[in-house]
């Protein structure tokens, strides 16, 4: 199953395949960076992703050379009159954030195939997916100080809960490109692959992902994201929780039977 292209050109390509929700961003004259209409396009399908059974994993990645640039700020619509307190607040909050966000509560697990250069917002992009694959040619660039800016789209949210905020101030103080290979020994991402293989690696993950127990997947998604912002009992309670939910549904039933009768599981994603 296909989508129709997104805007001009079909800056934001999508299918389905085999119960995997491919998201592409197609502007790879322009390294990929992010336009208003791509944004929105992206946070509708990651939503559409969530509501869907049919759709059981999704993969973020891009075409050319760049994974994403970060944010096409030509490309923004154009403010009116001139700018009073509050307005980039706002900005930031209605778009950066909405995206990361969108990637972060999606209820399917989200496997990003980065490409290329990942820069600003493009970096916050892939690192607020749940797997990051990357090819041998990535680069990850916290490049707002290279601009005199501070991080926005919960980059300093997210660095420090992946790899500790020395770490974190260190890329974001000095803007420094990380190849693939340093962000993988960092961790920042789970595996490095030649190019050609990123697609089939992407592939291969998502498919197993797609065959598992989706409603145990977005629990446990929701989980450990949650326990990065809250205390042990906290925690605790939102497992027992989780698991309880979990236990109603089709799948933890047949995982049980399965193990009962010895024979591997057939998952649903129900």
Same mark, same amino acid.
């Given at each position: 199953?296909? *989508? ?16 995997? *929700? ?17 944004? %929105? ?8 992703? *969530? /509501? ?14 760049? !994974? ?23 900005? @930031? ?39 990051? @694959? ?7 660039? %916290?490049? !707002? ?43 920042? &991402?789970?595996? &490095? &692959?030649?190019? %050609? ?26 989980? &450990? ?7 042990? /009992? ?23 039977? *399965? ?12």
């Amino acid at each position: 199953m296909t *989508s129709a292209p997104h805007g001009p050109a079909g800056e934001v390509l999508h299918r389905i395949e085999d119960g995997v *929700s491919w998201i592409t961003l197609n502007r790879p004259e322009a390294m990929n960076a992010v336009t208003w209409d791509q944004r %929105e396009r992206v946070i509708a399908l990651l939503g559409e992703a *969530s /509501a869907d059974p049919a759709v059981r994993a999704v993969v973020v990645t891009a075409t050319g050379k760049g !994974f994403c640039a970060g944010a096409d700020l030509r490309a923004a619509p154009a403010a009116p009159g001139e700018r009073i307190a509050g307005d980039v607040a706002r900005m @930031i909050r209605l778009g950066a954030q909405r995206l990361i966000t969108a990637v972060l509560d999606c209820e399917k697990p989200v496997i990003a195939a980065v490409n290329g250069t990942a820069a600003g917002i493009g970096a916050h992009l892939a690192l607020a997916c749940d797997l990051v @694959i990357a090819a041998e040619s990535a680069r990850f660039i %916290e490049v !707002f100080v290279r601009r005199g800016l501070v991080p926005d789209g919960g980059g300093a949210y997210l660095l420090p809960r992946l790899i500790g905020p020395q770490k974190a101030k260190e890329l974001m103080f000095f803007g420094d490109a990380v190849p693939a290979a340093e962000a993988a020994r960092l961790g920042l &991402v789970n595996r &490095v &692959v030649r190019g %050609e293989e990123l697609e089939a690696t992407a592939r291969a993950w998502a498919e197993r992902l797609a065959q598992g127990p989706t409603r145990a997947l977005a629990l446990t998604k929701q989980l &450990v994201n949650a326990s990065l912002d809250s205390g042990r /009992a906290a925690a605790l309670a939102a497992e027992a929780t989780a698991q309880e939910i979990n236990m109603t549904t089709a799948d933890a039933n047949e995982g049980v039977a *399965s193990f009962v009768e010895r024979r591997p599981p057939k998952y649903l994603g129900r």
